[in-house]
């Protein structure tokens, strides 16, 4: 028997500061319609809410297309998921939708 193998973490480490691959994708989520009103998006809202896709906190492959405006109430809200059911959608379903969106067109 040789000595153990050392292998790299499982999970890459986490960097606050989105890759190339990521702000790729956000650059395409800010040019997507609002998901609140239906209006100019033009802010990345990355997703608060708990779910099993998610590898870190603020995950920046999980996230919303929003306008300021929206984005505004739904932190001045202060819950996520009431205020995405309030506007009619579940915002995991949507942000899982979008990222692998992405990553069929080669953007992730």
Known sequence: MGAPVKHKPIR?????KP???ELRH???LQELP???CGGAGGVFH??????P???WRRDHELGLPMCDSCHRALHADGNE????????FDPVVEA???RNESVYEGIL
Do not use: M, Q
């Open 12 to 16: 890459p480490k986490y960097n606050p």
């Open 19 to 21: 890759n190339a691959r």
């Open 26 to 28: 956000h650059k395409r």
């Open 34 to 36: 609002c998901i609140g």
């Open 46 to 51: 990355h997703l608060l809410t708990s779910c």
């Open 53 to 55: 896709e998610k590898r």
């Open 81 to 88: 998921r009431r205020w995405c059911e309030l506007a009619g």
């Open 96 to 98: 899982v939708f979008l």
